[in-house]
């Protein structure tokens, strides 16, 4: 269980971040009276505590603001998941910090949002590199002249494909309450789901509790937000709370928050961590 009042230690090396931090926002709104939870909430439950919701509202007036900036136009294209996570730093002061599901529109980064755990300046851009390789190999395809050869280019293309998302599941490295680091593939592997799915580890309740818990800042309250038009299938709703999804959460978020029936617990109703 994790409560307010218990730190997780902050590494030595890390005592100033803390701080300073660029992507801590501070509550506008009067906190005083707001009686704070006696645990994280379920990431995978439907209960979002009154300090959650209030950042939450706050960081939806940061979007409003500053979404007309971004290469991406919310009213005619389909929406973004967002998430805040609200932390007591080790005054015991609380703030809360924000982040975006995926990227950017434009994968622009945005010097506020919690980034992602991947930094693609790792092993000399292996990934730019690779999506290059990929993309050459594709039109070596379209200008083959014959079934033979553009059989065995395809195949070097799947094959390339697969090894580039491997590395990078290997480079997503999240830490748990703990302290230890593992990668997706381990991740994933320890928890008897397979392989993980394309693009995970870039939702937003993973990336907040991985800086979290990195940065010695205490996880009070978590809640996921769609921000914009709904999805053709009407799924999301402009400013709704979401739980974290299961695919591609469920591991990851077990393993963080050392817990192998959060998911199980939330479809039986149960709010907070214990």
């Not at 218990?6 to 009276?33: G, M």
């Not at 015991?92 to 950017?104: A, D, P, R």
């Not at 402009?238 to 959460?249: D, N, Q, T, V």
């Not at 978020?253 to 039986?268: F, Q």
Request: with cysteine; aromatic share 10%.
């Amino acid at each position: 269980m994790i409560l307010p009042n218990h730190r997780i230690p902050l590494p030595p090396n890390l005592s100033n971040l803390a701080v300073a931090d660029p992507y801590l926002f501070q509550f506008n709104t009067d906190i005083s009276t707001v009686q704070l939870p006696n645990a994280l909430n379920n990431p995978f439950g439907s209960d979002i505590p009154e300090i959650g919701k209030i950042a939450a509202v706050e960081f939806h007036d940061f979007i409003a603001a500053e979404a007309p900036k971004w290469k991406y136009d919310f009213d005619v294209r389909p929406g973004k998941m967002f998430g805040i996570l609200v932390v007591q730093k080790e005054d015991h002061s609380l703030g809360y910090i924000g982040t975006v599901s995926g990227k950017l529109p434009g994968n622009e980064d945005y010097d506020r949002f919690v980034p992602s755990i991947f930094d693609e300046s790792k092993d000399d851009y292996f990934l730019t590199k690779g999506l290059t390789t990929v993309t050459e190999i594709g039109k070596q395809i379209t200008a083959a002249s014959s079934q033979e050869e553009i059989a065995t280019l395809k195949a070097k293309r799947s094959q390339t494909s697969k090894l580039i998302q491997q590395q990078l599941f290997e480079s997503y490295h999240f830490v748990n309450l703990s302290g230890r680091e593992k990668n997706l593939l381990d991740i994933f592997q320890d928890s008897s789901h397979g392989k993980p799915p394309a693009a995970t580890g870039e939702c937003a309740a993973p990336k907040l509790l991985h800086y979290a818990i990195k940065q010695g800042l205490n996880p009070v309250a978590i809640a996921e937000f769609w921000w914009g038009n709904p999805l053709n299938t009407d799924e999301r709703k402009h400013k709704l709370f979401y739980p974290a999804c299961k695919s591609k959460c469920r591991p990851i978020l077990e393993y963080m928050l050392e817990n192998n029936s959060l998911y199980v617990s939330a479809t039986k109703g149960q709010a907070t961590l214990t």
